[in-house]
Every structure is written in structure tokens, then in C-alpha cells.
């Protein structure tokens, strides 16, 4: 009965509008309360044991580096770049809109950030071709969520340390499942574009002289994710190590566009230690509440629950992978990683799965979460930036659902798309 009462203090806490790091803190601190036989003071040392973990500084790193790349220019060259590959396909830039998540990918590792920062260009600029805003907002906040998929990650980086796997195994895992999801988004704006169900302005093709061009003035940014991947597959550096690498070509970078400025420097520092101050309160207060769901040895009742049910792997994912998406459609993405990571997380190794394998299974399933209704952050900020209902969106974000769906049905039951390259690098 306590540990139900931990999970309906926090879910009732998070559903009233409570910040999630509270709501968790909360409800962790009743059960403490409750049960009696456990000192407070579990509470301090459980938050601040969780910290001391050495992967953990990749998170505000990466993070930093991820702001440092959206204030200094670096989304209109990828803009320019992609548009120049791939403008004059049917659907224009519904791809120019994905292919440049992808590259931002490898620079900013937050899905919202890359609604944000390079949805500002994408919207206006499809806007202007003559592509409805709904449909330009719904191919925006979907094609974010590529961003935390390929490396490097905050998600991804957040899942390492609770569940101490390693960080550099989970970032190469990302990569094909990365470049997968956004050649079936791609897929579907072609669909949608020559069904006549989307409409806009197609632009010739470019010369080879002018790619070329688009291509060297992007190219310093497009150093950023070969410098880190390089980095990783060489073992030349630890991803805590190449997140303050990506710093300080961040700040390069800022020279070489002659953008770096005091007012930006500011700006972006304090951007990121109010992302990261959040990040930090939230994943501290988990801490305590995974440690009490263990104790309660919860993990081991459920693993007995859904094996009643099933013994076949197949089905025990699929149930997994319901629960997650139904999850991810009602709490924030970094919640859910944080309560449902130390449940599920045994069951996973009781059936076989990988533990990489099973972190790519979770993080796409909370991400699709985020472009879902009634939650879907990526979806609100979408359409704050184009200026339209929210609902209008997300019913414009259905049809790119599908490829999601089918992308996570890859990634869950063809693990070596996951763990091919992890494989390759480490053995």
C-alpha cells in the first residue's frame, strides 16, 4: 500500500500543476513520513549520492554547448545547407525541415531546443513558400524529436546515470535509429506532398557549385558531430570530455560567424544554468523516490505481474511500449524517464534485453510522447512560434505518427539496429 501511495501522491501532484521535481520530492518524503522506520535524512543523502556521478557533467555541458550553437548563427547555415540539397524535392521544405534536425542534432541534444531554435527559421521560411502554418508547426515539433535520438543527447545522458550504463555506448546506439526515424518522416512529407495534401512552393535544384558553397560556409558547424562522434569512436575522449571540446568550438564558432558577443555570452550562460538548475532539482529529488520504489521491491512485483501474463519477449515489449506511450501522452518526458527507469529497468534485464537496446526503446517511446496530445511540449511550442491553436497542430501532426510507430516497432524488436554500432566500436 505505500508504495501506491508514493505513485498516487506524485501522479496527483504532477496532474494539479505542481513542478514535477517538487511532485516527485513530495511524494518521496510522505512515504518517508509514513512508513516510520526510515530517517529523514535518507532523503538528503539519497539526492546528493545520486549527483556524484562523473558522466553527469556531460549534461550540463552539452547543454551549454547546445544553447552556445543556437545563439551564434549556426541554424541559419544548416538552414541554407539542407535547403540546398534538398529544396527541390516534392514536399521542399518539409525536408529541408527534417534533414535539418538532423544535422542540429549533433549540436543541441534537447528536443525543445531544436523546436525552438531552428523552428523559428523553418516555420517562417514555409510560411512564406506558401506551406500551411498547422503543417508547418506539426513537421517542426516531429522532426525535433530527432534532435535527442542522435548524439550527443541530454536524455540519453540523464537515462546513463540512473541506470549507470555507459553514456558513450548509448550515444553511438542513436545514431541508425536517428538517421532512420527522419528518412521515414521524409518519406512521409513526400507522401503527403505528391497526394496533394500538401501544399507549397518547390525550388529548382542547385547547381553543384552551389551546394558546394552552402556547404563550405556550413561546414565549421557541420564539424561539430564529427568531431564528437570522432572523438568517441577513437576513445580519445569520455563524453563528459567532449562536451567541454564542444564548448569551445562553440565559442570558436562564435568568432569564425563574428557572433560572439558579451550580450549573447550572457544570455546563453544564463539560459543554460536555469535549464540546468531545473534539470539538476528534478533528477536529485528522483533519486530518493527510485531508491524507495526498490525497496519496496516494486520492480520485482511487476516483472512477476506482466510475466504472469507473458513469458514471450515480443509480447512483454509491447506491453512495456503501451505503458510508456500512454505515459508520455500525460507527464513531461524527463518524469517519466526518471520514476519508470528503476521499475522497468529489471524487468528488461530479467527478459534478455540489452540495457542500451532497452534505452533507446524508452527514450523514442517518451519522445513521441512529446508530440502527442494533451501534453506534446514540442507541439506547444511549435505552434506559440507559428501562431496557431495547438489543437490544429497536433491534428495536423497525426499522419507523421505513423512512421514514429513504425520506427519504434524497428528499434524494439531489431536490437542490433541499436547495438550494431556500440558492437562495432567497443566489441
Known amino acids: 500500500m505505500g508504495v501506491l501511495l508514493l505513485f498516487f501522491i506524485f501522479i496527483g501532484l504532477v496532474f494539479l500543476g505542481v513542478p514535477v521535481a517538487f511532485s516527485i520530492g513530495i511524494a518521496s518524503l510522505t512515504h518517508l513520513l509514513t512508513r516510520g522506520d526510515l530517517p529523514l535524512t535518507i532523503m538528503v543523502q539519497r539526492m546528493t549520492y545520486g549527483l556524484d556521478s562523473f558522466p553527469f557533467l556531460a549534461l550540463p555541458l552539452f547543454i551549454l554547448a547546445g544553447q552556445l550553437m543556437n545563439r551564434i548563427g549556426v541554424t541559419d547555415k544548416i538552414f541554407d545547407f539542407a535547403l540546398s540539397l534538398v529544396g527541390h524535392v516534392k514536399g521542399s521544405l518539409g525536408h529541408v ?45 516531429t522532426s525535433s524529436i530527432v534532435g535527442p535520438i542522435i548524439p550527443p543527447s541530454v536524455i540519453m545522458a540523464i537515462f546513463a546515470v540512473i541506470s549507470q550504463i555507459s553514456l558513450a555506448r548509448l550515444f553511438l546506439a542513436g545514431f541508425i535509429p536517428g538517421i532512420i526515424m527522419g528518412t521515414c518522416l521524409m518519406i512521409a512529407v513526400y507522401y503527403l506532398a505528391a497526394g496533394g495534401k500538401v501544399k507549397g512552393a518547390v525550388f529548382e535544384r542547385q547547381p553543384f557549385v552551389v551546394v558546394l558553397k552552402k556547404f563550405y560556409k556550413a561546414f565549421p558547424a557541420l564539424m561539430t558531430p564529427i568531431i564528437l562522434v570522432g572523438g568517441m569512436l577513437a576513445g580519445a575522449a569520455t563524453p563528459t570530455e567532449l562536451g567541454a571540446l564542444c564548448v569551445v568550438y562553440g565559442l570558436i564558432l562564435g568568432a569564425f560567424y563574428r557572433r560572439l558577443k558579451v550580450r549573447i555570452l550572457i ?13 539538476v532539482l528534478i533528477i536529485s529529488c528522483a533519486f530518493p523516490f527510485g531508491w524507495l520504489v526498490a525497496i519496496n ?51 528488461m534485464q530479467n527478459i534478455g534485453v540489452h540495457p542500451v537496446h532497452f534505452g533507446l526503446i524508452m527514450i523514442i517511446n517518451l519522445l513521441i510522447g512529446a508530440v502527442t496530445p494533451p501534453f506534446g511540449v514540442c507541439v506547444y511550442i511549435a505552434a506559440d512560434i507559428a501562431r496557431v491553436p495547438s489543437f490544429r497542430v497536433f491534428r495536423a501532426a497525426l499522419p507523421f505518427l505513423i512512421p514514429l510507430l513504425v520506427v519504434l516497432f524497428l528499434v524494439t524488436y531489431i536490437p542490433q539496429l541499436v547495438l550494431f554500432i556500440p ?3 567497443f566489441g
Not at 516483472?303 to 506511450?325: K, P
Open 297 to 347: 521491491d516494486l520492480p520485482a512485483k511487476l516483472a512477476d505481474f506482466i510475466l504472469s501474463i507473458s513469458s514471450s519477449r515480443w509480447l512483454v515489449l509491447l506491453m512495456v511500449n503501451g505503458v510508456l506511450l500512454f505515459l508520455g501522452s500525460f507527464m513531461e518526458t524527463t518524469a517519466i524517464l526518471l520514476i519508470m527507469t528503476p521499475v522497468l529497468f529489471p524487468l
Open 423 to 425: 558492437n562495432l566500436v
Open 267 to 279: 544570455e546563453v550562460f544564463k539560459e543554460s544554468l536555469l535549464l540546468m538548475g531545473m534539470m
Open 97 to 141: 525541415n527534417v534533414l535539418g534536425s538532423m544535422i542540429f542534432a549533433g549540436m543541441s541534444g534537447v528536443a525543445q531546443a531544436d523546436a525552438a531554435g531552428l523552428g523559428a527559421i523553418e516555420i517562417e521560411a514555409m510560411t512564406k513558400a506558401g506551406y500551411e502554418r498547422p503543417f508547418a508547426a506539426a513537421i517542426t515539433a
